[in-house]
């Protein structure tokens, strides 16, 4: 009867021993699931949830009569792409040398805007400045001259790049690869507007959104989505209440106000600087996600 009950003792006491590894298996398996997932997270400045890049294309009017002064009284920085031929740049360069003193950012948006004429809707594309019928070689000329001329307005030598109509294929294949050296990041190609994962973003093909006619509410939606995902959004407009493509001075305003009063949760910053953030953050955490 004794080695009975030592015998059953003992089945208990095993028993209840794999019961607590058991325990111990469910208990460490999610918390080093976690623990891992807390180790991947892509970590934004000031522990934000995301990161916001406003950035405007084209060098029109009304990004100095209206984005820049709207951006200034919210104490924001945009990133503004210009087409160096485009007759604002020469017209009002001192302005545009101004919002570059004031911490905006002057981006490379070549000189000619070359994209493709072929498809629906491009019949506003001019033969000359046709990408289709321009050679790789001569897109990496024109764009790093632009380099050129944009330090000569701003004195600055890091920059970032927009493909016109996020087109890429010259005559010759892909003109982006050569210029990789050149820049600290590109936008380009199509895609998600908001990454799922930033171990996905390639810095050289970063998509975006370009929104036309969307209202305020439609663009904080695309901020609190990138939220949600812990990645970001880069806006790409165009006219701020007037020009092409535009947005109205209104929608383009309560989305400011709305980043302007979430600083905490949204960091919002000149494309050059998030995607400076995004490649040191890639490099030292490769799962970064």
């Not at 990408?131 to 600055?156: C, K, P, Y």
């Not at 980043?259 to 905490?264: I, K, N, Q, S, Y």
Request: charged share 15%; hydrophobic share 45%; proline share 5%.
């Amino acid at each position: 009867m004794h080695h009975f009950l030592a015998r059953l003792a003992g089945r208990v006491t095993l028993g209840a021993g794999l019961f607590a590894a058991g325990v111990a298996v469910v208990m460490t398996g999610p918390a080093q699931a976690a623990a891992q997932v807390a180790q991947t997270v892509f970590a934004w400045p000031g522990g934000a949830r995301a990161a916001v890049s406003l950035a405007y294309d084209d060098a029109l009017d009304s990004q100095l009569d209206n984005a820049i002064p709207a951006l200034d009284r919210h104490g924001l920085k945009g990133s503004f792409y210009l087409q160096l031929s485009s007759p604002p740049v020469a017209a009002r360069m001192q302005d545009w040398r101004t919002a570059a003193a004031n911490g905006h950012e002057l981006g490379n948006h070549s000189l000619f805007h070359q994209c493709s004429g072929a498809g629906p809707g491009r019949d506003w594309v001019q033969p000359h400045r046709d990408l289709d019928t321009t050679t790789r070689e001569q897109m990496r000329d024109q764009v790093l001259l632009g380099n050129t001329m944009l330090a000569a307005i701003d004195g600055r030598h890091e920059r970032t790049y927009t493909a016109p109509c996020f087109d890429v294929k010259a005559v010759g294949g892909d003109y982006l690869p050569p210029l990789h050296a050149s820049f600290v990041a590109i936008k380009a190609g199509n895609g998600p507007a908001i990454p799922a994962s930033m171990a996905a973003v390639d810095p050289f093909r970063v998509t975006s959104h370009a929104p036309v006619g969307a209202s305020g509410a439609e663009l904080i939606a695309l901020v609190k989505q990138a939220g949600e995902r812990g990645t970001m959004i880069a806006f790409t407009f165009h006219g701020i209440g007037g020009d092409h493509l535009s947005v109205s001075s209104q929608a383009h305003e309560e989305l400011l106000r709305f980043l302007a009063a979430h600083r905490d949760q949204y960091w919002t910053d000149t494309f050059l600087n998030i995607m400076k953030h995004v490649r040191q953050q890639q490099a030292s955490k490769p799962a970064a996600r």
